[in-house]
């Protein structure tokens, strides 16, 4: 026996192999999804492990037991389907399982969930793949409640995102081009929220000079990579890009007009993000580069919440920031919202989106806060254990009207573990405004080469018609980023050469 994980409170899981299939990984998604924020323990006799689960995976068979302290008991017990070499079909295997395990938990706590055995990030991949083989809505529709036990409104939604995103790629060849990513990881000040690589500027200034030359020195190599191909977007992320100075951020965009005719972009997009580290001249170095897209994002507009998530700005220097970004010129605004965030309702999302609507931004991403394992809220939550954090469908449906009512269109979708309600995080924009990078890293159809500490390069290929992504990821602290940087830059060199 080996048991799943070792947490603090609520499952306790044996599982019994006698054979090579492994589902931890599943099982732990389906039951975070049933009981968000739950964890596991090893002893059956501990008295925190309130629901056990058992599975056993026999050669042609599984089963699942599922018993909690009350006399509860209940088993299933089914086949697993072989492939044509007699062997385990896992792809297979996995779906039944989920479904199975899906109907014991659903069975034992009456709970129903809108994206049903669903757990990985990218659900809306599902429903354009189905949509690209030919099948028609109502077919996807059927085959999702099916397969997945997703409900009809989730369901609608991955359709409509599908058939946008499928509009946008009959518009290029994925194969032909690529795509960049540059991350800039410093920020003004981390947020409560935040596990991204990110550094405060106020103590990395000094190496900010330092790092860019390094970020250079390996985009010159990203430029030799595909010669004859187009690059599709050049996505600058972090971190906040817009926390180094005006004549750091010229630097790095001088030196790819320099390498490349960016006016041939699909779309060259900065994360603005943080208002407290915008100014004109910053943006007026964006506009004057050929910068299309940025994002200025509040996250919430009250300030009592943006004190303790750890921005330190306020509503009036975002109205400030996003007022300034339009008398430059940027006609291609979006704006990031999180539901979640601590001690905030419905009343507060009701005036965010009453907000947005007067402020008309081209586009809107909807995210529902995510207890990320490496956040400060998740390693210090006993600090933050009299907030409430709540979100909800009802949540999402006021985000929804709002970008209805601002003539925007649903166009990405993902979601991640741990998310406050098991929901999702979803952009809007207005046709002709999407944010192109943000479909591609979703629907992984073409290379992202990025460049950066703590940056990760996918690799797209195709293996007897599967889908296959092989990752290349640098280092992600910035002083070792900046000394190794040769180490990083031969990691994609090996790799192009074994792929010719």
């Known amino acids: 026996m080996k048991p799943l994980l070792v947490g603090k409170r609520c499952f306790m899981l044996l599982i019994k192999y006698t054979d090579q299939i492994d589902f931890e990984y599943d099982i732990q998604g389906i039951l975070r999804s049933f009981y968000p924020g739950e964890e596991t323990v090893t002893d ?27 006399n509860y008991k209940k088993q299933l017990s089914f086949d697993i389907p072989l492939d044509e070499n007699n062997q385990p079909d896992r792809k297979e295997a996995k779906n039944i399982m989920k479904r199975k395990l899906y109907d014991l938990l659903h069975d034992y706590s009456k709970i129903t969930l809108p994206w049903g055995t669903l757990s990985g990030i990218r659900p809306a991949k599902i429903t354009t793949s189905l949509l690209e083989s030919g099948m028609t809505k109502d077919e996807v529709k059927s085959h999702m409640r099916k397969e997945y036990y997703l409900s009809d409104i989730k369901t609608d939604k991955c359709i409509d995102i599908s058939t946008h995103e499928i509009e946008v790629f009959n518009k290029f060849n994925c194969e032909d081009e690529y795509s960049i990513y540059i991350g800039i990881p410093f920020c003004p000040s981390t947020c409560l929220y935040c596990s991204f690589t990110s550094y405060p500027i106020a103590l990395y200034e000094k190496k900010a000079d330092d790092y860019i030359t390094a970020l250079c020195k390996e985009l010159d ?16 992320g972090g971190g906040t890009p817009t926390s180094i100075s005006a004549f750091q951020l010229e630097r790095i965009l001088k030196y790819l007009d320099s ?11 900065v994360e603005a993000g943080r208002p407290d580290s915008i100014t004109r001249e910053k943006l007026e170095v964006l506009k004057k580069y050929g910068v299309s897209r940025i994002s200025i994002n509040p996250q919430t507009l009250k300030d009592e919440t ?16 996003y007022e300034l970004a339009r008398e430059v010129g940027f006609d291609n605004i979006n704006m990031d919202f999180i539901l979640g965030l601590p001690d905030e309702n419905k009343e507060d999302i009701i005036r965010n989106m009453e907000k947005v609507r007067k402020l008309k931004p081209d586009s809107l991403t909807v995210h529902s806060l995510a207890l990320k394992r490496a956040a400060r809220l998740n390693m210090f939550k006993d600090k933050y254990k009299d907030y409430a ?22 166009y990405y979708l993902y979601r991640q573990k741990n998310m406050q309600g098991n929901l999702e995080n979803t952009g809007y924009a207005t046709v ?65 050469e074994q792929r010719i």
């Open 432 to 496: 002709g405004k999407e944010g192109l990078y943000n479909i591609l890293i979703m629907e992984e159809k073409q290379d992202i080469i990025a460049a950066g500490a703590g940056a990760s390069t996918k690799m797209v290929k195709k293996v007897n018609n599967e889908t296959q992504i092989e990752r290349i990821i640098n280092v992600k602290n910035v002083d070792i980023y900046i000394e190794r940087i040769d180490e990083m830059i031969a990691r994609k060199r090996e790799y192009m």
């Open 389 to 410: 954090f709540s979100n909800s469908e009802e949540f999402i449906r006021i985000t929804e009207d709002c970008a209805n009512d601002l003539g925007m269109k649903p």
């Open 306 to 321: 943006l004190k303790i998530i750890g921005r330190h700005h306020t509503t009036e220097q975002f109205y400030e920031a």
């Open 44 to 70: 059956k006799e501990n008295e925190k492990a309130r629901l056990i689960i058992e599975c056993g995976f026999h050669f042609g068979n599984m089963e699942i037991t599922l018993s909690d302290r009350e």
């Open 221 to 236: 190599y990203i430029f030799t990579m595909y010669p004859n191909k187009r690059i599709s977007s050049i996505y600058i």
């Open 259 to 269: 390498k490349y005719d960016t006016s041939t972009l699909r779309e060259y997009c």
